[in-house]
Every structure is written in C-alpha cells, then in structure tokens.
C-alpha cells in the first residue's frame, strides 16, 4: 500500500516534527539545576517567600514574575519547574514569531511551519538555552518578536506593528537588560535604509511611539528610587 504525498499528508507531517520538537524539551526537566539556574532559583524562592516582587531580585524580574505565577498557579513542589516552563513557553512563542516571519517572507504554503520548526530544531534551543531556566530565551522571544514587528511595520506600512514591536521591546528590558535595545534600534536602522520608509517611521504616531522604546527603563529607575545599577 503507498502512501500518496499531498498536501494535507505534507501539512500534517510538518506538525508532527513541531509536536515532537516541543515535547522533546521537557524531557529534562527534573535534571539538577545547570549553572546559573541556582541563581534565578534561590531568587525565585525568595520572591515567594517575602512577597517582594520588585527589590528581591538584582534585575528587572519579568522572567521571575512568570515563573511565581506559575508556580503559585500550579505549585509544582520543585523549584525548577516554574524556571524551565517559563523558558520554553517563552521559545515555543519565539517559534511562532519565527512562523509568522517565514510566512510573510517567502509567501509559500508550510513555510511558517518550516520556520516554526527549523527555530525549534535549533542546537541552542534544544539543547540548552531553549529550556534551561535562564532569563535567555524570555529575553530572546521578546528580541526576536520586537525585531519581526519592526520588519512588519516597515514591510507593509502598518502603526499596530510597530505598536506591537515598541511593547515587545519594553517587556525585552524588563526581562534582563539594556542591551535588548541595541538589538531593536540596529533592526530599525536596517529596515528603514532597506525599504526607504524614512515617511512611515517619521509620522508623529510613530515619533511618540519611538519615544515609548524608554517607558520600561523609566519606571524600572522608579521602582528603585533612580539606581541604574541593575540593569
């Protein structure tokens, strides 16, 4: 009996690898905490035990904010769980950034799939920083998904893209760190000389919109009384 190669056949084999790539990152999640996982647990721990979401951690917590609902959603019993779900949620939507970015690039039927996939199969999100419980791959997502939005907005010359990307690009700071903003303004840079949209990008809603990239910061130094030491 042969087995005919349509598209339907074609589609659903595609989903399989993507279904079979997710499951395969929660395979080690009961292994011991790697490296600088420790860290992110012993602050984890003591966010749930004082209740200080804001002063118990040296960097902006966003990463650790998560990962405390989770564990107060679900009371995994095991520090490293809430940790490493919040990682791979965080990848598995970068994947989907990745599908969307293929998809409007190469305007081919499965290639969103393709896209969504080849991130997944990536060596680094599959075999370490994809799951480990770093800030990384939220700090990522966030990156990668700011920078598709900016391509968007220049792409097709739509506000609610670049919207999307300025709101992205604050939750990236709020995750880690300043350099999330180097990432944005290089992107932003590139796209604007490659496409000429030099008009779209210098549209007042879009000005104001640019001066948002800064509100995360801003209310970060807020919370700590104007430190900038930790970011």
Not at 155 to 175: E, G, M, P, R, S
Not at 192 to 218: D, K, T
Request: contains cysteine.
């Amino acid at each position: 009996m042969r087995l005919a190669i349509t598209e339907s056949n074609v589609r659903w084999f595609y989903w399989l690898l993507l279904g079979i790539a997710a499951l395969w990152m929660f395979l080690p999640i009961h292994i011991q905490l790697i490296g600088e996982e420790s860290v992110y647990a012993v602050y984890l721990q003591k966010m749930l035990q004082t209740g200080d979401y804001v002063n118990a951690f040296f960097r902006p917590p966003l990463f650790l904010w998560v990962s405390s609902g989770l564990e107060k959603l679900f009371d995994f019993g095991a520090i490293e769980m809430p940790l490493r779900i919040t990682s791979i949620l965080s990848s598995l939507l970068a994947s989907c950034f990745a599908a969307l970015f293929a998809h409007k690039v190469f305007q081919k039927e499965h290639a969103g799939l393709v896209g969504a996939l080849v991130f997944l199969t990536l060596a680094e999100i599959q075999c370490w920083y994809g799951w480990l419980g770093y800030a990384d791959a939220m700090f990522l997502f966030f990156i990668f998904s700011s920078m598709v939005c900016v391509w968007l907005a220049a792409q097709f010359q739509k506000v609610h893209w670049y919207a999307l990307a300025v709101l992205l690009i604050n939750a990236a700071f709020f995750t880690k760190a300043l350099t999330a903003y180097a990432f944005f303004i290089t992107t932003l840079v590139v796209v604007v000389c490659a496409y000429q949209s030099w008009r779209f990008f210098l549209r007042p809603i879009n000005l104001f919109l640019s001066l948002c990239i800064m509100v995360a910061p801003i209310v970060w130094a807020f919370l700590h009384g104007g430190s900038a030491e930790s970011t």
